[in-house]
T-cell receptor, first 114, second 114 residues
């Protein structure tokens, strides 16, 4: 079955810096790669996703890149703000949407210091 | 976007008893899933709740321990049976809408077994 590895487990940056979180997956049939943000005590919320027919996607300060050949994808956050502090999870699934089950990475705790 | 209501939000249960968690979605959805999240850990899929048929369980999870119902397109329940302290965790319901969209999450149920 699918296995998703995520690094780093913890990331501390200064406000205004960039943050990069990387994930690798094992199932070459995976086609959908969402990123979720989970604040303490709250539900995971989708912040951006990418499908296998696209190499990069951007939404304001957030971008995701996908390298299907190498089976890895990354989350890039620019101009970080204290409210970006949270745990971020990558995930992978077959199919092009959340219709298929999601396999999650281990999570990255991002701390943005003012 | 779909709104998912999950209850109870938390409970403290005696070992050997059972807890049933309810998940209600405000619109018809295609797929519903149940996840477990240990504090500070990632999300692990328990099963896919199939409407009108038996749930599909992931490796390591069995129907006798985690019976699931999904009587219609907007409602599902997860029961955690014969509770032990190892079952203390957060249980999350997830659903994907019919319009080929992302997976949404309920707010979670924090279960403590004493």
């Amino acid at each position: 079955g699918e296995n998703v590895e995520q690094h780093p487990s913890t990331l501390s940056v200064q406000e205004g810096d960039s943050a990069v979180i990387k994930c690798t997956y094992s199932d070459s049939a995976s086609n959908y790669f969402p990123w979720y943000k989970q604040e303490l005590g709250k539900r995971p919320q989708l912040i951006i996703d990418i499908r296998s027919n696209v190499g990069e996607k951007k939404d304001q300060r957030i971008a995701v890149t996908l390298n299907k050949t190498a089976k890895h994808f990354s989350l890039h956050i620019t101009e970080t703000q204290p409210e970006d502090s949270a745990v971020y999870f990558c995930a992978a699934s077959r199919g092009y949407t959340g219709f298929q089950k999601l396999v999650f990475g281990t999570g990255t705790r991002l701390l943005v210091s003012p | 976007s779909a709104v998912i209501s999950q209850k109870p939000s938390r409970d403290i249960c005696q070992r050997g008893t059972s807890l049933t968690i309810q998940c209600q979605v405000d619109s018809q959805v295609t797929m519903m899933f149940w996840y477990r999240q240990q504090p500070g850990q990632s999300l692990t899929l328990i099963a896919t709740a199939n409407q009108g048929s038996e749930a599909t369980y992931e490796s390591g999870f069995v129907i006798d321990k985690f019976p699931i119902s999904r009587p219609n397109l907007t409602f599902s329940t997860l029961t955690v049976s014969n509770l032990s302290p190892e079952d203390s965790s957060i249980y999350l319901c997830s659903a994907t809408g019919t319009l080929n969209t992302e997976a949404f999450f309920g707010q979670g149920t924090r279960l403590t077994v004493v």
